[in-house]
């Protein structure tokens, strides 16, 4: 059973910094794209961040210079994968739920950036305030 368990929300002030974890269990994703994807209130999910199994990174421009995508596979020996964002000179628009998905079902002409991820967890609050 794979399980996606998001932790690390909660308020700042613009400019602040918050680091978002992400506890992936399951045998079937040891070796899985990763990413993180928010939506705020009224607005569509949007991909924020994502990982391929090699380490390749792909950042909305929203985040390009300011969010950075980790993972720690060391952890793949005890069945479980760890994922960061690391968000630095947070602004109100990043408000919004973050959302960590693992393994990549399909994407578009080879492009990662339209993964459909099969798993998702249950998501983190992050509100920036002025």
């Known amino acids: 059973q794979v399980q996606l368990v998001e932790s690390g929300g909660g308020s700042v002030q613009a400019g602040g910094s918050l680091r978002l974890s992400c506890v992936a269990s399951?045998?079937?994703?040891?070796?899985?794209?990763m990413g993180w994807y928010r939506q705020a209130p009224g607005k569509e999910r949007q991909m924020v961040s994502l990982?391929?199994?090699?380490?390749?990174?792909?950042?909305?421009?929203?985040a390009k210079g300011r969010f950075t995508i980790s993972r720690d596979k060391s952890s793949q020996e005890n069945g479980k994968n760890l994922l960061y964002l690391d968000m630095t000179n947070l602004k109100i628009e990043d408000t919004a739920v973050y959302y960590c998905?693992?393994?990549?079902?399909?994407?578009?002409?080879?492009?990662?950036?339209?993964?459909?991820?099969?798993?998702w967890g249950q998501g983190t609050q992050v509100t920036v305030s002025p």
């Open positions: 998905a693992a393994r990549c079902k399909s994407v578009v002409r080879g492009d990662y950036r339209t993964c459909v991820f099969e798993y």
């Open positions: 399951g045998s079937t994703i040891s070796n899985s794209g």
């Open positions: 990982i391929t199994t090699g380490g390749t990174t792909y950042y909305a421009d929203s």
